[in-house]
């Protein structure tokens, strides 16, 4: 499951040209489309494992001459898919290579964190924002953007901390390449756990000496 990970939300975006995507196919079988405007597609996919703790949503759109985008997100938190078929939420992703002719695709994945009081981000936040402007005097810096070694997977990661709400929140960014017929949720987050995970560290509870 997407908590086990600490996420919320992963997102992958990619394009296919037209030449490399079974259209005629796909329109064949996209009854189970949830939105249909023109030559853009919305499918709510519910999840077999987990139906009232996640989902996912597979947009297809098909308007563009030169290339056809594609966008499929998923979510640790319930939504709106009771009595919808397939494509379900864990096989989406392989669902929609069935119509594309290339083995692997280019995508741009965006993934979302949370995490508790139990963690920390390993830049102290927030800090005071010092800057000669008297009016920003007072000021608190909550987030950092960071652009990471090529070594981490990750391209950029942002970090926030909302002290009122005992809540760290990172999002990441980065580019691969993924064989859509193969990949699960699971591996993706497995993949950028180590990276993910070195942005945070635990809190130890501060036991009085007896």
């Not at 594309?100 to 963690?119: H, P």
């Not at 830049?123 to 007072?138: D, E, H, M, S, Y």
């Amino acid at each position: 499951m997407m908590k086990d990970f600490f996420c919320e939300t992963l997102e992958l975006e990619f394009r296919v040209s037209p030449e490399a995507f079974k259209r005629d196919v796909f329109e064949a079988e996209a009854k189970n489309a949830r939105r249909k405007e023109g030559l853009r597609y919305g499918f709510a996919c519910g999840s077999q494992v987990s139906p009232d703790e996640q989902h996912a949503h597979l947009v297809a759109d098909l308007r563009g001459t030169k290339h056809y985008r594609f966008t499929v997100t998923y979510h640790s938190f319930p939504g709106d898919t009771r009595d919808l078929g397939p494509p379900y939420m864990e096989d989406c992703a392989s669902w929609l290579h069935q119509f594309i002719k290339d083995d692997e695709v280019k995508v741009t994945l965006t993934a979302i964190y949370s995490f508790d009081q139990r963690f920390a981000p390993v830049v102290p936040l927030p800090f005071p924002l010092v800057v000669g402007n008297k009016q920003l005097a007072g000021s608190k810096v909550t987030g950092l953007s960071l652009q990471l070694p090529t070594k981490t997977g990750i391209r950029r990661a942002i970090l926030e901390r909302e002290r009122d709400k005992d809540v760290t929140s990172i999002q990441i960014e980065t580019g691969l390449k993924v064989k859509l017929g193969e990949v699960t949720i699971e591996s993706l987050l497995a993949d950028l756990a180590i990276a993910v995970m070195a942005l945070v560290s635990p809190v130890r509870e501060e036991t009085e000496a007896k």
